[in-house]
């Protein structure tokens, strides 16, 4: 995969509604800038076909960033002849937004199923979440070198309540039974006991997704499209909690190939 002098070309793509998507994206940038064989081109969307063509590895953070038919293809074709996706917290997500019809009415928030095929590819599809919240996330495979040595920990963030597709190999995992309101499946989607996948791994072809659900952030002004000029907090969410970034950090060297080559 990797060109001349082992040069690796990666592509992030982070953008989208209701998060500080220029926070996570430098965050990320920084943790890509630990592999001096990286070259990081950076989008905010999915109008990014021609360097997804020549790339070896794809991060996303975004959240209602929806890719367009032929963006789509392209993005299973990229994980087919054996890109690596790291796909991060909204990636999953298409959600549209219905106002309330009487003043003082609560708005729902839909999710419809538009990602077509790629949910396949990723595994899931983001359905809803209880309120941002403290929640314990549990290591399923703690054999598995993403997650080795990591034990239970707890983190405030969005807890994913997803519509899976195939059967991705779960390593991190999260309980939560109950409803999820607001949403307009919240009152359905969570009401079973099955884990809810938080780190997973899904292969396609002769490529890999690895779907991280953690990652929420959110400054003060990121509302606004809904209303709220001013939250007026600054939410980090899991970036600092110490087993997210350490599992993240690892998620990012599996991308490049770097645990590979240290035998992890």
Not at 41 to 65: F, M, S
Not at 185 to 198: K, M, N, Q
Request: proline share 7%; hydrophobic share 40%; with cysteine.
């Amino acid at each position: 995969m990797a060109g001349p002098a082992g040069r690796l070309d990666a592509v992030l793509v982070c953008g989208g509604r209701w998060h500080d998507v220029d926070f996570a994206r430098l965050r990320l940038l920084h943790l890509l800038a630990e592999h001096p064989r990286v070259r990081t081109t950076v989008y905010q969307d999915y109008d990014c076909l021609a360097a997804l063509d020549k790339a070896d590895l794809l991060v996303t953070y975004t959240c209602d960033v929806r890719p367009r038919p032929a963006q789509r293809a392209a993005l299973a074709r990229f994980v087919e002849r054996g890109g690596r996706w790291l796909a991060l917290h909204g990636t999953n997500s298409v959600i549209e937004v219905i106002e309330p019809s009487a003043r003082g009415g609560p708005r729902v928030f839909t999710t419809p199923r538009l990602l077509g095929d790629l949910a396949q590819v990723l595994g899931s599809q983001f359905l809803a979440h209880p309120p941002i919240a403290p929640y314990e996330v549990k290591v399923t495979r703690p054999d598995h070198p993403l997650v080795a040595g990591i034990g239970p920990f707890t983190v405030t963030d969005e807890l994913y309540v997803c519509e899976l597709h195939g059967e991705p190999e779960v390593l991190l995992h999260a309980e939560y039974t109950g409803p999820c309101r607001g949403f307009a499946e919240g009152d359905t989607a969570a009401f079973d006991d099955a884990p809810r996948p938080v780190l997973y791994l899904k292969r396609h072809g002769h490529g890999e997704v690895c779907y991280f659900t953690l990652g929420h952030c959110r400054g003060r002004h990121d509302m606004q499209d809904l209303g709220v000029a001013d939250t007026g907090r600054v939410d980090v969410g899991p970036w600092e909690t110490p087993e997210f970034l350490t599992v993240l950090r690892r998620c990012v060297e599996r991308a490049t190939g770097t645990r590979e080559r240290a035998g992890a």
